[in-house]
């Protein structure tokens, strides 16, 4: 999964090119949020770098919007043409970057549930081949070139350290810290705990995944109990709601002998507000899902 920053065009090396003028407006912090989410991307970035980034498309966006925006307000002969572009370009300058703050945040938590998704499965692989008599370093190599999406990415990062000259169990170490999945961090803690003490990594491997079954199993429980909920929600805004929507709107412009334009105008939005909380659910229910299934 590539990290690419919303509403632009170029590579990061070329973005942090062009956005040196910007950085000089940017207060410098050691800790933030967002320099976290940017080291569990691991990007090579700074918060400054990022900030800069961010104010420089805000300025870009706003400039082009307005401009845009005001020369279509003015051929079709609004009123306050230049005051209301200048709102609106304000307004959908902000969302773009909000939405570039928040995407760093936004990409760890992707690329944590896909390292949670394809773990015990690694693991359960990692076990046969330990247990046919493979060595540990082996058995990472085969990892790192499996289809396991960010999690052979992570495996084959620390391959190249190791063959590299660095020692196996600083390179786990080092990986444990780097990685916002915690499910992962624990696992590797096990591995290099258990290569601290010479232990047989076949019974640590099982043993991380007898913990993370117990914990998926919890997981599921806890899904189930979120799930009753939102169905009552769901079955009260996207079915009862608008059919009873439906019926009152049928009797009102019966007996007012509404217009049929502003009718068909209000059916049209009963129906967009109905597809508008489908999707909405459906996005609940994908974000409620448990990271290790």
């Not at 400054?48 to 079709?76: D, G, K, N, P, Q």
């Not at 020692?167 to 810290?177: A, D, G, M, T, W």
């Not at 919890?218 to 009873?244: D, E, R, S, T």
């Amino acid at each position: 999964m590539k990290f690419r920053i919303p509403f632009t065009f170029s590579d990061i090396a070329g973005l942090k090119k062009k956005s040196k003028f910007f950085s000089r407006y940017i207060k410098h912090r050691r800790e933030t949020k967002l320099g976290d989410s940017l080291k569990n991307a691991d990007i090579s970035m700074t918060r400054e770098e990022y900030l800069s980034i961010s104010l420089r498309t805000f300025v870009i966006a706003f400039i082009f919007l307005y401009i845009f925006i005001t020369t279509i307000l003015i051929l079709i002969n609004i009123k306050f043409s230049f005051l209301l572009g200048f709102a609106l370009s304000i307004v959908f300058s902000f969302f773009v970057l909000f939405s570039q703050l928040v995407y760093p945040k936004i990409y760890v938590m992707r690329r944590q549930r896909n390292i949670d998704k394809n773990l015990i499965s690694a693991l359960e692989d990692m076990l046969v081949q330990l247990d046919s008599g493979i060595p540990l370093f082996s058995v990472l190599v085969n990892i790192s070139s499996s289809g396991y999406g960010e999690l052979s990415l992570e495996f084959k990062k620390a391959v190249k350290k190791i063959n590299a000259g660095i020692p196996e169990q600083e390179v786990i170490e080092e990986l444990s810290k780097s990685n916002p999945s915690p499910f992962f961090k624990r696992t590797l803690w096990q591995i290099s705990n258990g290569m601290n003490a010479g232990s047989n990594m076949s019974i640590v491997i099982r043993d991380s995944i007898k913990s993370l079954n117990e914990e998926q199993m919890i997981q599921i429980q806890n899904y189930g109990n979120k799930l009753n909920p939102l169905i009552v929600f769901y079955m009260l805004i996207a079915v009862i709601i608008p059919a009873l929507s439906i019926t009152f709107l049928t009797i009102i412009s019966s007996m007012l002998g509404m217009p049929k334009n502003i009718t068909t105008v209000l059916f049209l939005t009963l129906f967009v507000f109905v597809i508008l909380i489908q999707i909405m659910f459906l996005g609940i229910i994908k974000s409620k899902r448990p990271s290790l299934l």
